[in-house]
């Protein structure tokens, strides 16, 4: 069974940063590419980073390239997304999945992340 188990959101200022992790199961973890998805109250589900595995090739959408970092420890299942220089906009839940260009499998319970002052 597939699972994707996110950690690591909370409440943070504007400017600031965190660490989001994530450990999956139930798949090959070391040949699967992974993406992180976010979704905002109201707005659809949008990929930000994507890391194929094993090149470790990495892609962002606009909104987060030059901000947020996507990286995987094979040895340990966990893909993880640093975030830096944190916006209100940022705010959303935030999901981990298998796949590069569509999502396969059932989604994790996510990470809140709120972004304020």
């Known amino acids: 069974q597939v699972q994707f188990v996110e950690s690591g959101g909370g409440l943070v200022q504007p400017g600031g940063s965190l660490r989001l992790s994530c450990t999956a199961s139930g798949f090959i973890f070391n040949t699967a590419a992974m993406s992180w998805y976010r979704q905002a109250p109201g707005k659809e589900r949008e990929r930000l980073a994507r890391?194929?595995?094993?090149?470790?090739?990495?892609n962002y959408a606009d909104s987060v390239k030059g901000r947020f970092t996507i990286s995987r420890d094979n040895a340990k299942n966990t893909v993880y997304l640093q975030m830096n220089s944190l916006k209100p906009e940022d705010t959303a839940v935030y999901y981990c999945n298998r796949g590069w260009s569509t999502p396969i499998g059932s989604w994790g319970q996510g990470t809140q992340v709120t972004v304020s002052s």
């Open positions: 890391i194929s595995s094993p090149a470790g090739s990495t």
